[in-house]
């Protein structure tokens, strides 16, 4: 989140449900939601396919119209507003898609200016807006260029100027990095970051990647079922997921080895602590017992490493207590749980 954050509500969403009708009857696609985002925050919303969370970013904006309840962008209630009123607030409301939505026919200069055309923003100030943003996105040297020229990130990233191009307050990001490879993914990422402190903009991002909430956001929604069942900060869900999905997304099952042997393993949290500092060989030293990973996903992100391990506890209780003491002494989360069969 920008330093520049506050706690002033920017988006507050009320009681809302999304029923679809069709053929088969009703699809209950969002049931019952409320959620506050302030204004200058990166807030994430989490869950597996089929779970509502692209539907409900597109009823934050009134691409699709919400069955019951309430969005309110800076005070004003989208469902109370004229069709020419919403087209004006959703002026303010940038949008990202996962497919990009470039107009082929258009190169990333056109993309960029098409926003302002249709708002009336004259020629030149239009042009000179999109050489901005595009230097802004790190693409300067390739506004002639039509998007079958681009690479995907490349694609992602004229999309985002244009996101940009009628100085949004808010920017709404559906599955923005899925289309991605890592590398990539990481560099849109730090982007996003970037536009989120340089302009104070609030950014909603929806994803089904844990990576994606842990780089970025400080606050999360984990929605399954069309519910939100879970929602605080990032580091706080992340260390102790209390629903379970947002155990599955944390630490999706399958990813543990299972053909060792052992009584128990060890999920350790690293949620900040500094890079430089060798936790699990310091363990080892220190406690005198070597430990087998089973599993381990760690980043380091501005010198503090993120992420998990789990280790195969020794059947030597012990040795077991050395462990959970040394982990105590250093406040290192942890959680002792069976070896899965």
Avoid: W
């Avoid at 506050?6 to 696609?29: D, F, M, P």
């Avoid at 009336?120 to 999109?130: E, F, H, L, T």
């Avoid at 087998?292 to 012990?318: C, S, W």
């Amino acid at each position: 989140m920008s330093e520049s954050a506050s706690e002033k509500e920017i988006i507050r969403i009320e009681n809302l449900s999304k029923v679809y009708h069709g053929a088969a009857g009703e699809v209950v696609a969002l049931k019952d939601i409320n959620l506050s985002i302030r204004e200058g925050e990166i807030f994430g919303i989490i869950g597996l396919s089929g779970a509502g969370k692209s539907t409900l970013v597109r009823c934050v904006n009134y691409l699709e119209r919400p069955t019951s309840g309430r969005v309110i962008i800076e005070g004003n209630d989208l469902s109370a507003l004229s069709n020419r009123e919403l087209l004006r607030a959703r002026q303010k409301i940038g949008m990202i898609f996962q497919e990009f939505n470039l107009l082929s026919q258009r190169n990333a200069m056109g993309n960029v200016c098409y926003p302002m055309e249709i708002a009336g923003v004259s020629r030149a100030d239009a042009k000179k807006r999109a050489l901005e943003l595009l230097n802004m996105v790190g693409l300067s040297n390739r506004a002639k260029a039509y998007p079958s020229q681009m690479s995907g990130g490349q694609k992602q990233r004229v999309a985002i100027a244009r996101a940009l191009a009628m100085n949004p307050k808010v920017l709404l990001c559906d599955e923005a990095t899925s289309a991605l490879d890592p590398t990539t993914t990481q560099s849109i990422l730090e982007l996003l970051q970037d536009i989120n402190h340089r302009l104070g903009v609030t950014i909603l991002i929806v994803t089904h990647e844990m990576r994606v909430i842990e780089q970025i956001c400080q606050r999360v929604a984990v929605i399954d079922q069309s519910h939100i069942v879970e929602m605080g900060d990032v580091k706080e869900i992340f260390v102790h997921p209390q629903s379970t999905i947002a155990k599955q997304l944390i630490f999706p099952q399958g990813q543990v080895p299972t053909s060792i042997a052992g009584n128990s393993t060890l999920r350790i949290v690293f949620d900040g602590m500094s890079a430089l500092e060798p936790i699990i060989s310091k363990m080892v030293l220190e406690c005198h017992i070597t430990v087998n990973i089973l599993y381990a996903h760690t980043k380091v992100v501005e010198g503090k490493t993120f992420g998990q391990m789990v280790i195969r506890l020794p059947e030597d209780q012990t040795s077991v207590a050395r462990i959970k003491a040394y982990l105590n002494d250093r406040k290192i989360y942890y959680k002792e749980e069976p070896l899965h069969e």
